[in-house]
T-cell receptor, first 115, second 112 residues
Framework: DVKVTQSSRYLVKRTGEKVFLECVQDMDHENMFWYRQDPGLGLRLIYFSYDVKMKEKGDIPEGYSVSREKKERFSLILESASTNQTSMYLC??????????????FGDGTRLSIL | GDSVTQMEGPVTLSEEAFLTINCTYTATGYPSLFWYVQYPGEGLQLLLKATKADDKGSNKGFEATYRKETTSFHLEKGSVQVSDSAVYFCALGNTNAGKSTFGDGTTLTVKP
């Protein structure tokens, strides 16, 4: 079974701090994703990556950056945390697949509170 | 671009009731369709999938049929249990890059 592990289930940080959210997958997947989930807004894609050192902006990249130095690890960085970044953050991974499109495999999420 | 529209919630049912959560999509080409489930405090997990027209995905008593003519992928279960209480997301995958488009989610509460 694919395992996607997010480093923290709960995190509390202060406004202005630089925050790192880590995600590791164990299935050699090329594609990794960061979402945030807020009540009434569903899942919104922040950034994704097709390969090591590659990244693409999603729908809401402002205030975030990412790092993919190794294939199994995809980090989300809040450069200067603000209270409106309080949210549930979900990491996911998938393989490109051949023919049929592949589902995504999700971590358990990090609930981040910015005070 | 691609989009997914699913039935607004929340949905509240009594145990053993029949469940339908509607999902329709807009996409070019031949997407795969997915239903994910999110239990409280957890991430999303794949519930079922269908990769081509008329395919039926099924798992844990849930079923959904890929209907290309109506661009729909409605989720059904004949008899829900309290343990089915969760948020359900309909999604489509339309590129080899693995990027998916998600619906907004439907919260299901099943009462004993």
């Amino acid at each position: 079974d694919v395992k996607v592990t997010q480093s923290s289930r709960y995190l509390v940080k202060r406004t202005g701090e630089k925050v790192f959210l880590e995600c590791v997958q164990d299935m050699d997947h090329e594609n990794m994703f960061w979402y945030r989930q807020d009540p009434g807004l569903g899942l919104r894609l922040i950034y994704f990556s097709y390969d090591v050192k590659m990244k693409e902006k999603g729908d809401i990249p402002e205030g975030y950056s990412v790092s993919r130095e190794k294939k199994e690890r995809f980090s989300l960085i809040l450069e200067s945390a603000s209270t409106n970044q309080t949210s549930m953050y979900l990491c996911a991974s998938t393989s490109p697949g051949t023919g049929a499109r592949q589902p995504q495999h999700f971590g358990d999420g990090t609930r981040l509170s910015i005070l | 671009g691609d989009s997914v529209t699913q039935m607004e919630g929340p949905v509240t049912l009594s145990e053993e009731a029949f469940l339908t959560i509607n999902c329709t999509y807009t996409a070019t080409g031949y997407p795969s369709l997915f239903w994910y489930v999110q239990y409280p405090g957890e991430g999303l997990q794949l519930l079922l999938k269908a990769t081509k027209a008329d395919d039926k995905g099924s798992n844990k008593g849930f079923e959904a049929t890929y209907r290309k003519e109506t661009t729909s992928f409605h989720l059904e279960k004949g008899s829900v249990q309290v343990s089915d209480s969760a948020v359900y997301f309909c999604a489509l995958g339309n590129t080899n890059a693995g990027k998916s488009t998600f619906g907004d989610g439907t919260t299901l509460t099943v009462k004993p």
